[in-house]
């Protein structure tokens, strides 16, 4: 009987690990890296636009490249590299990715050309009217067709890059 309970402890303890580690969700890491480098590349692209450098770009939506389009690019493509393109999980990866993508380029940056003609016509407003002293409405939400591209791209190379960290 001792020598029953002594093989199943000795099996159970090759099962467990003496720390804990938490499991390696590539298409996550991949998704989320994308974001970050998208955003922190918009720096640039605002420096290369304008000449200048404004930090704010970092949390702003809108500009080049899509950090949108680059996290649900990469979250699908890595998982139809890990997990193949036949299953439920690709399927709805890609549903997402051409949901997230099409709003970024057409109702997002419709919506923020109208907060730009609005922000114009508050401004045209005399003085003594009611909204001549609201805020700017945020003008910089939407993509351009190229944004869109090129953070598909980058979605595409990070998770290109990462496939084989698992």
Known sequence: ????????????????????????NLPLISAFLSFAIAQFLKL????????RWDSKKMIDSGGMPSSHSATV???????????GTGGPTFAIAI?????VMYDASGVRQHAGRQAELLNQIVCEFPPEHPLSSIRPLRDSLGHTPIQVVAGGLLGCIVAY????SN
């Not at 029953?4 to 003496?18: N, R």
């Not at 690019?73 to 997990?83: F, K, R, S, Y």
């Open 1 to 24: 009987m001792k020598d029953a309970i002594v093989a199943a402890d000795s099996a159970g303890d090759s099962q467990t690990t003496s720390y804990w580690s938490p499991p390696l």
């Open 44 to 51: 640039f692209t605002t420096w290369y636009k304008e000449r």
């Open 73 to 83: 690019t990469a979250l699908a493509v890595t998982i139809g590299l890990q997990d």
């Open 95 to 99: 549903v997402l990715a051409c949901v």
């Open 161 to 164: 890059l990462l496939r084989g």
